[in-house]
T-cell receptor, first 113, second 114 residues
Framework: GNSVTQMEGPVTLSEEAFLTINCTYT??????LFWYVQYPGEGLQLLLK?????DKGSNKGFEATYRKETTSFHLEKGSVQVSDSAVYFC????????????FGKGTTLSVSS | NAGVTQTPKFRVLKTGQSMTLLCAQDMNHEYMYWYRQDPGMGLRLIHY???????AKGEVPDGYNVSRLKKQNFLLGLESAAPSQTSVYFC?????????????FGSGTRLTVV
């Protein structure tokens, strides 16, 4: 079945450092890929998404490119801020409309000033 | 504001008690989902619904029941709560029409079973 594997945390960075959170997936067909962010005490917010191979999703300085050849969707940001401290979830949905999201286990990011 | 609303936000239950979590969406979405979030486990699908009157099991359905009597509401029931059901529960719905394809999540219900 479909699955998502993302790097385990926690990831601890200093402000303005470069961030990469790895995410790989296993899926049949052509899934859509997502990154969600959860700030402390809050629900999940969509950070970015990509619906087909080679698409790049971007938002708030974060980027991720849908790589079908390596089955990856790594999250990157060139310069993190303290306010980026949160839990990040990689997720996929199958290529049939309405299929449920399958999540990775989440990566905790902590940024210090 | 349009979106997904979960009630209650917090609840403490004693082992063996029952309760119902309500998820309501006003976006006319067909598909709705219930997840639980546990530390180090990500979000796991409990049950889902592809339309009014239909429900199906997800990855971790045991101990839960659901109903979708109205399109806008998706209810999650615990008939006899157990400490293993202590978790944060999230509801989501999805718009599958047009270019605004995306899932909308509620703010969660934190349930503690003692």
């Amino acid at each position: 079945g479909n699955s998502v594997t993302q790097m385990e945390g926690p990831v601890t960075l200093s402000e303005e450092a470069f961030l990469t959170i790895n995410c790989t997936y296993t899926a049949t067909g052509y899934p859509s890929l997502f990154w969600y962010v959860q700030y402390p005490g809050e629900g999940l917010q969509l950070l970015l998404k990509a619906t087909k191979a080679d698409d790049k999703g971007s938002n708030k300085g974060f980027e991720a490119t849908y790589r079908k050849e390596t089955t990856s969707f790594h999250l990157e940001k060139g310069s993190v801020q303290v306010s980026d401290s949160a839990v990040y979830f990689c997720a996929l949905s199958g290529d049939q409309a309405g299929t449920a999201l399958i999540f990775g286990k989440g990566t905790t990011l902590s940024v210090s000033s | 504001n349009a979106g997904v609303t979960q009630t209650p936000k917090f609840r403490v239950l004693k082992t063996g008690q029952s309760m119902t979590l309500l998820c309501a969406q006003d976006m006319n979405h067909e598909y709705m989902y219930w997840y639980r979030q546990d530390p180090g486990m990500g979000l796991r699908l409990i049950h889902y619904s592809v339309g009014e009157g239909t429900t199906a099991k997800g990855e971790v359905p045991d101990g839960y029941n659901v109903s979708r009597l109205k399109k806008q509401n998706f209810l999650l029931g615990l008939e006899s709560a157990a400490p293993s059901q202590t978790s944060v529960y999230f509801c989501a719905s999805i718009n599958t029409i047009g270019t605004n394809y995306g899932y909308t999540f509620g703010s969660g219900t934190r349930l503690t079973v003692v």
